[in-house]
């Protein structure tokens, strides 16, 4: 007795979409690993200097870099809608000028942390406490930051409070009149400031990439245990019941 052809090809299309799934999820555990062990080498490593002079983002991606300069607290932004343990705020985003460069030098882009937002008025600027004079700050370097997709330009909302939805280098260093380097420093070090700086870790969800595998893999397992008994083993025996035992000669 064959099985039914449409129940199996169902089955056939649900195991191979579940199995996929698993698959993906199983690849994005492995992405995941891979840039925690990045993320872990680079903080064990001597961090790089960096200063006014030009650097390599692509050579500083993911690095530890160190820099000392001061703060332009008027040509700070906040990135909207970034929220902390379920609390809308912003990330606070400065242009640092490097110690012992002139104003026209580049500035490097550090991502200070978070702050929460007025929870009446969204476009208000919180109040943000910016060191007045020289700092050290460590962090890891990004050749590019991780961002929602808008419409309109970048330095929109600049002219409008200095809150962003997202932040471009070029729009925002014609916006605020600075050279800035092609890399924005995600800031690690403690400063007394009241800034959040507990960054969701890259390599963060493994274990959660995991589960959902094998949740997709036990689907299609079931699929196919689904398929075994009511299309295969289910009308044996229903055959066999109607055609009685067999008869000896």
């Known amino acids: 007795m064959r099985p039914p052809l449409i129940p199996t090809l169902a089955a056939a299309a649900a195991v191979a979409l579940t199995a996929s799934l698993g698959t993906w999820q199983l690849r994005r555990a492995d992405e995941k690993a891979a840039l925690q062990a990045a993320r872990d080498a680079a903080l064990a490593d001597v961090p790089v200097a960096v200063d006014a002079r030009p650097v390599d983002a692509r050579a500083l991606d993911g690095r530890r870099v160190v820099l000392r300069g001061r703060f332009d607290a008027t040509r700070t932004v906040f990135l909207d809608n970034r929220t902390r343990r379920g609390v809308a705020g912003f990330h606070v985003l400065a242009p ?46 990004a050749a590019e930051l991780a961002q929602p997709i808008v419409l309109g330009g970048a330095d929109a909302g600049a ?8 932040y ?35 390599g963060g969800g493994v274990d959660r990439h995991l589960g959902y595998a094998f949740q997709w893999f036990a689907m299609a397992a079931a699929v196919v245990a689904l398929w075994a008994w009511f299309a295969v083993i289910a009308p044996r025996r229903r055959a066999r019941a109607l055609n009685g035992p067999p008869t000896g000669s």
């Open 96 to 141: 640092l000028r490097p110690e012992g460069a002139d104003p026209d030098a580049p500035h490097v882009m550090v991502l200070r942390g978070w702050i929460a937002r007025d929870p009446v008025d969204r476009a208000r600027v919180p109040a943000l406490v910016t060191p007045e004079g020289a700092v050290r700050v460590e962090g890891l370097a």
């Open 159 to 166: 002219r409008e409070g200095r809150i962003l939805q997202r």
């Open 168 to 202: 471009d280098p070029a729009e925002y260093a014609a916006w605020a009149g600075l050279a800035v380097q092609p890399i924005v420093v995600r800031q690690t070090s403690a400063l007394d400031d009241g800034l959040a700086r507990d960054w969701a870790e890259p």
